[in-house]
């Protein structure tokens, strides 16, 4: 019964697809690409967020990090 719960209530949660690349061009191999549903820090220099798993990851850089943040539609 609590599995059905969380399943129902994970259809009404905003989700997020977190883009983090390592270099100045978006859209080449080295870029990284999560579905997030919270979203714990997020500043020019460092992003913290918990993926759909659950697994914490975190970003830092001293020259500013290369990321975008857009909500996803788990429907499309």
Do not use: A, C, P
């Amino acid at each position: 019964m609590d599995k059905i719960w969380k399943w129902l209530k994970s259809l009404f949660m905003t989700r997020y697809k977190v883009v983090v690349s390592f270099d100045s061009e978006y859209g080449n191999n080295d870029d990284k690409i999560y579905i997030t549903k919270k979203i714990i820090t997020q500043t020019e220099k460092h992003l913290k967020f918990k993926d759909e798993r659950g697994f914490l990851k975190e970003y830092r850089s001293s020259s500013g990090l290369n990321y975008t943040i857009e909500e996803y539609d788990h429907e499309s």
